[in-house]
């Protein structure tokens, strides 16, 4: 069931100002909504998974746009490379060096988990 048709106008309203504000006490204000009443509400399984659903998508759309966007910013520091300023192109060869040094260490970690889990699963199976 959509949790969202129990909530109110008010309380739709005041998680949109909620997840907007850099605190609690900013979008209580925002929405003109006590924090007593947002804490109280908080204590509503609908409410508090309307807040998770919106926030979990404005975080999805920043990520989104920040994948889109990894290309772009790649291209300018290779670029910086070839700048005129040492002290530009110093930066930039210590940002790319530090950047493909924790790309590695990702992609290692993944690799150690997803044995990890493929242990995991082996010794699961040997049990009754």
């Not at 920040?66 to 110093?90: C, F, G, H, Q, W």
Request: charged share 35%; aromatic share 4%.
């Amino acid at each position: 069931m959509d949790g969202r048709k129990e909530l109110t106008d008010r309380q739709l309203s005041a998680i949109s100002h909620l997840i907007a504000a850099p605190s609690i006490e900013q979008g209580c204000k925002r929405a003109r909504v006590s924090k007593a009443a947002v804490y109280e509400w908080l204590k509503n399984e609908s409410f508090k998974a309307e807040l998770k659903r919106q926030r979990d998508e404005l975080i999805r759309g920043a990520l989104d746009s920040l994948k889109v966007n990894v290309s772009k910013a790649t291209e300018t520091l290779v670029k910086l490379l070839d700048s005129k300023s040492e002290p530009i192109r110093a930066r930039a060869a210590e940002d790319i060096i530090e950047f493909a040094q924790k790309a590695i260490e990702h992609e290692e970690l993944e690799k150690r988990i997803e044995a990890l889990e493929e242990r995991l699963l082996q010794q699961g199976g040997n049990h009754r």
